[in-house]
């Protein structure tokens, strides 16, 4: 997607949607607000309340700018990832963002991320270093979020600070030899498995801060099983280690 001559590299942005319909429109003009180097790539799970309708609508009105997967139901986000990832890379971009289309990702700090890509790998928007946080949380849910992190970082001994993330970007390369297929988990244990497919093939990863915003509309999709998953995967993922498998 870059144009020959240039160094100004072309981003992908794929974003998961299922019931964002309030949302969407802020997204998308966040997004391509970055300039004209930006496309989004949006997989919708046949969402009820028409999102994917919407999206549609949203490509038809930008040209050339959107692309819209439409999967028959739904069916998690981290098969929505690998979704969106594996069209991403068809279209051959420099860099591959990833972001929640509820707008706790300011598509505005898309460019800090970008910029970090040009010197690292994988770049990660962190709400636990320094100048990061989240803005509109109950206390039960950063003490999940932060109790989530620390474990999966004191069973894995990966230096990340924010493991459970979900807002990074990606050099294309890297997503290519992490072998999108063979990534099965679902919710925040997906960011967790990606990003430490990541650091077993020694990419350089760093962490920016930013400041995470709880949804205005719609209804999260945190749920017991998702949190039980993502407890169970690092285990799984040590154990792949020590036997040095992936």
């Known amino acids: 997607m870059s144009e020959p001559g240039t160094s100004v590299p072309s981003v992908v942005v794929v974003v998961p949607t299922y019931n964002e319909r309030p949302n969407l429109p802020t997204l998308v003009e966040g997004v391509l607000a970055n300039g004209p180097r930006y496309h ?3 997989v919708d799970d046949n969402s009820p309340d028409g999102t994917g309708q919407l999206a549609d609508d949203l490509a038809a009105a930008h040209p050339g700018r959107i692309d819209v997967l439409h999967r028959p139901g739904k069916r998690g986000l981290g098969p929505a990832y690998v979704a969106g990832f594996t069209h991403a890379l068809g279209l051959h971009p420099d860099l591959i963002a990833q972001m929640d289309a509820d707008l706790s990702h300011d598509p505005a700090a898309l460019a800090t991320l ?3 890509a040009s010197r690292f790998d994988l770049v990660i928007g962190s709400r636990y270093v320094p100048g990061g946080g989240t803005h509109g949380w109950p206390l039960w849910r950063q003490q ?3 109790t989530g992190g ?6 894995l001994g990966a230096p990340i600070n924010d493991l459970t993330g979900g807002f990074k970007v990606w050099r294309a390369p890297l997503l290519q030899q992490i072998n999108l297929a063979g990534l099965h988990s679902d919710g925040y244990a997906f960011t967790i498995e990606a990003t430490w497919r ?3 093939q020694g990419a350089s990863v760093t962490e920016v801060p930013i400041m995470f915003h709880d949804r205005i509309a719609g209804a999260s999709k945190l749920s017991r099983r998702i949190v039980a998953e993502a407890a169970l995967l690092v285990w799984k993922l040590r154990w792949e280690a020590g036997r040095g498998t992936r």
């Open 198 to 200: 990541a650091l077993q």
């Open 150 to 155: 620390r474990y999966a970082r004191a069973v």
């Open 114 to 116: 970008v910029d970090a």
């Open 40 to 42: 989004l790539v949006i």
């Open 144 to 146: 999940l979020s932060r």
